[in-house]
């Protein structure tokens, strides 16, 4: 199915990206969904999924909110009022949703449900008490992202900053035009008209929103792109970030002897081993360390900047910054 959006002059110069972290819950929340193995996310989901589980976060708020396929309830994707929201900042607009909003979004989950189903106690809930419920939705929210992407959201962050600064700098040398045409094989642009071919997202017409268009790359969007078509508000899409297929390809190399020469032979073994996140105990064992020793070096590393901690339960993952892996690249590659 195609469709177009129309575009002025005005819309044109309205036209921004935004880095979303609502983008990357939703469309990483749905791949985890999916019954087949994602190929480009594999050894992330193969961390994250027990997590999930354990919590119980499988089957749960966001479960009834984002289906395995078709529509997501809109409210979960507000627009970005910058172009590097904070996480809080979101959820603090999606407690802030109209109860007229969340129902809408409620009837169409619903007619486009194939099953037929009754509304969930849960969905009953967020229809009539959508206040009440809508703190409970951005808790769960809360929960999954310290789950699945606070340890990662580093390396994430990265790239989706990159697919920003580098669409923004080719704005700039070749047009609009050009960088619309070259977000995904499903986009085109032609005749001051944005087309689109989508199987998995609502149609969307000038019509139906507001001016301008927000551009959100995605790191788990791949291999589609999701539209948001609510006035009135810009159209969002969402699209697959630029060199997501090496997201979580490992990044230690040569350059670690030098970093050993100012941080010391333990530290840096302990960076290297934090090209996935992993507690304490993981580290111990995989490093060769007593429990305590890799503690006090944890503590040091953190203080400097160069991993974070993110609680999983009753254990504590540490996760390697962006500062840690630029350290971690060899000189010649910072050229």
């Known amino acids: 199915m195609e469709s177009g959006l129309n575009f002025s002059a005005a819309d044109l110069a309205q036209t921004r990206f935004a880095v979303s972290p609502m983008w990357e819950v939703v469309t990483s929340f749905r791949l985890l969904r999916d019954t087949t193995e994602p190929p480009l996310h594999r050894r992330w989901a193969a961390q994250v999924r027990p997590r999930l589980a354990q919590a119980g976060l499988d089957d749960g708020w966001l479960a009834e909110l984002v289906p395995g396929h078709g529509y997501l309830a809109d409210f979960l994707n507000p627009t970005p009022a910058t172009p590097f929201p904070t996480l809080a900042a979101e959820l603090d607009a999606i407690r802030a949703s109209t109860p007229a909003r969340v129902r809408a979004d409620l009837d169409i989950l619903r007619t486009k449900d194939p099953a037929g189903r009754r509304p969930s106690p849960r969905l009953r809930l967020l229809r009539e008490a959508p206040e009440e419920a809508l703190k409970k939705v951005a808790a769960e929210i809360e929960t999954y992202w310290q789950l699945a992407l606070a340890p990662y959201w580093a390396r994430i962050r990265q790239l989706l900053e990159a697919d920003v600064f580098h669409r923004a700098r080719q704005v700039a040398e070749h047009g609009s035009a050009r960088v619309l045409s070259e977000l995904h094989e499903t986009v085109w642009w032609d005749d001051d008209t944005l087309h689109l071919v989508r199987r998995h997202c609502a149609t969307m017409t000038r019509d139906q929103v507001g001016s301008g268009l927000l551009l959100v790359p995605s790191a788990f969007a791949w291999p589609r792109v999701l539209t948001r078509a609510v006035a009135p508000d810009p159209p969002q899409l969402a699209y697959p970030a630029r060199g997501v297929g090496n997201l979580w390809e490992p990044r230690t190399n040569a350059a670690t002897d030098a970093v050993a020469a ?18 304490t105990t993981q580290l111990a064992l995989h490093c060769g360390l007593s429990a305590a020793g890799v503690s006090q070096h944890l503590t040091a590393l953190r203080n400097a900047g160069l991993v974070t901690a993110h609680r999983s339960g009753r254990s504590v993952l540490y996760a390697r910054t962006s500062v840690a892996d630029a350290l971690l690249v060899p000189s010649e590659e910072l050229v």
Do not use: F, H, I
């Open 262 to 279: 100012v941080l010391g032979r333990s530290r840096t073994l302990l960076l290297t081993e934090l090209d996935t996140p992993a507690s």
